[in-house]
């Protein structure tokens, strides 16, 4: 779904319309829900987190005039599950969070390898990952929802990448 069509199914949500809602709900509740475990590292946690971004986005669907709908609700997912996270003790501080990460898959031996290559990867580097091939957002809109420049989205997007193959072919981690 293309931020063109979100924007058409939010109109329609803000009218009342419960299939525009399920629409919505059905094309993005995966990658949100991976990008907010991720985060989190909490199957219970996220899929709470994941259904009070749509609790809110039912109640109070954002305006038509945002000009970027589906980096809006993903940049809502993130801010939602990072505070969660700071809100437990042992994250109080945001640099303790820094280096935890989680990938779910379907092939779990593929999963694991992912998921250990992805531990080794700073949470930026891995939530600009994830954003990027999950979420289906283009750089310039990760850079805007993440307040950094493009120029450091694009080189950390290339040097975690790199370093994921490198471990994912066998290199050292």
């Given at each position: 779904?293309?931020?063109?069509?979100?924007?058409?199914?939010?109109?329609?949500?803000?009218?009342?319309?419960?299939i525009?809602?399920?629409d919505?709900y059905?094309?993005?509740?995966?990658?949100?829900?991976?990008?907010?475990?991720?985060?989190?590292?909490?199957?219970?946690?996220?899929?709470?987190?994941?259904?009070?971004?749509?609790?809110?986005?039912?109640?109070?669907?954002?305006?038509?005039?945002?000009?970027?709908?589906?980096?809006?609700?993903?940049?809502?997912?993130?801010?939602?599950?990072?505070?969660?996270?700071?809100?437990?003790p042992?994250?109080?501080?945001?640099?303790?969070?820094?280096?935890?990460?989680?990938?779910?898959l379907?092939?779990?031996?593929?999963?694991?390898?992912?998921?250990?290559?992805?531990?080794?990867?700073?949470?930026?580097?891995?939530?600009?990952?994830?954003?990027?091939?999950?979420?289906?957002?283009?750089?310039?809109?990760?850079?805007?929802?993440?307040?950094?420049?493009?120029?450091?989205?694009?080189?950390?997007?290339?040097?975690?990448?790199?370093?994921?193959?490198?471990?994912?072919?066998?290199?050292?981690?």
């Amino acid at each position: 779904m293309d931020n063109e069509s979100l924007r058409n199914k939010l109109i329609a949500l803000q009218s009342g319309d419960k299939i525009a809602f399920e629409d919505i709900y059905n094309h993005l509740k995966t990658p949100m829900y991976t990008i907010i475990l991720r985060i989190t590292r909490d199957r219970s946690l996220s899929e709470d987190i994941l259904q009070e971004v749509f609790f809110k986005l039912y109640k109070s669907p954002p305006k038509p005039t945002i000009r970027k709908p589906r980096a809006y609700l993903f940049q809502m997912a993130r801010n939602l599950a990072i505070d969660h996270v700071r809100k437990l003790p042992q994250y109080a501080n945001w640099d303790s969070v820094e280096n935890t990460v989680h990938l779910p898959l379907d092939d779990f031996s593929t999963k694991m390898d992912i998921d250990h290559a992805m531990k080794t990867l700073p949470l930026r580097e891995c939530q600009i990952v994830s954003l990027h091939i999950n979420g289906g957002l283009k750089f310039r809109e990760i850079s805007d929802m993440m307040d950094i420049p493009l120029g450091t989205v694009l080189w950390r997007y290339q040097k975690a990448i790199t370093q994921l193959r490198s471990i994912l072919s066998g290199g050292v981690t």
